[in-house]
């Protein structure tokens, strides 16, 4: 059972557009989620996170928002440029039990110049 | 500033064949854990350790061992590599607010 998906594989935006990832979570334990690039033939690279007393956390052209009735996250890069171009897990973690991150299958972002 | 270190980066087996993934830290993190990164399917956790000492399953532990005997080390073993185990691993290491990943093994076995 496929407790983090993200049902978008592959995502196409043209530079300077706001790009949009999402994510669905199913285990209401999860209260600590976090949003991960990553470039081939290298580890994922923390990117932003967001703690469940939140809804919205933003650090420059990346904002996570999280919908916790809908179970729901996402991730807007605005603008986006064609450095952003990567695959990005969304991950979540129940902090107060184990701190097991628990990744999604990754959505490919491509940015045309 | 080392970070998380993997070694190898690269590895071929045949199967049947055993060996040793090693994963170092140098941040003091409690938390250790491996993942597998195949087409499709993400990154899947194999097992994890919350302090030397204590390990436990992760999502798909079948045919990994792991030991936590130091705070720094977390080696995985894998005792009769099978073509399945052919992925990428990535070591990590996190404190409660973040994860620092190292930089993969691709194995392949044959």
């Known amino acids: 059972d496929q407790q983090v998906k993200q049902n978008s594989p592959s995502l196409s935006v043209q530079e300077g557009r706001i790009s949009i990832l999402n994510c669905d979570y199913t285990?209401?334990?999860?209260?600590?989620f976090l949003w991960y690039k990553k470039y081939p033939a290298e580890g994922p690279t923390f990117l932003i996170s967001?703690?469940?007393?939140?809804d919205k956390n933003e650090d420059g052209r990346f904002t996570v928002f999280l919908n916790k009735s809908a179970k729901h996250l996402s991730l807007h890069i605005v603008p986006s440029q064609p450095g952003d171009s990567a695959v990005y897990f969304c991950?979540?973690?129940?902090?107060?039990?184990?701190?097991?991150?628990?990744f999604g299958t990754g959505t490919l972002l491509a940015v045309q110049p | 500033n080392a970070g998380v270190t993997q070694t190898p980066k690269f590895q071929v087996l045949k199967t049947g064949q055993s060996m040793t993934l090693q994963c170092a830290q140098d941040?003091?993190?409690?938390?250790m854990s491996w993942y597998r990164q195949d087409p499709g399917m993400g990154l899947r956790l194999i097992h994890y350790?919350?302090?030397?000492?204590?390990?436990d399953q992760g999502e798909v532990p079948n045919g990994y061992n792991v030991s936590r005997s130091t705070t720094e080390d977390f080696p995985l073993r894998l005792l009769s590599a099978a073509p399945s185990q052919t992925s990428v691993y990535f070591c990590?290491?996190?404190?409660?607010?973040?994860?620092?990943f190292g930089s993969g093994t691709r194995l392949t076995v044959v």
């Open positions: 941040m003091n993190h409690e938390y």
């Open positions: 350790s919350v302090g030397a000492g204590i390990t």
């Open positions: 990590a290491s996190s404190d409660l607010y973040g994860y620092t």
């Open positions: 285990n209401s334990m999860f209260d600590y």
């Open positions: 967001i703690s469940s007393i939140k």
């Open positions: 991950a979540a973690s129940a902090r107060g039990a184990t701190n097991k991150l628990i």
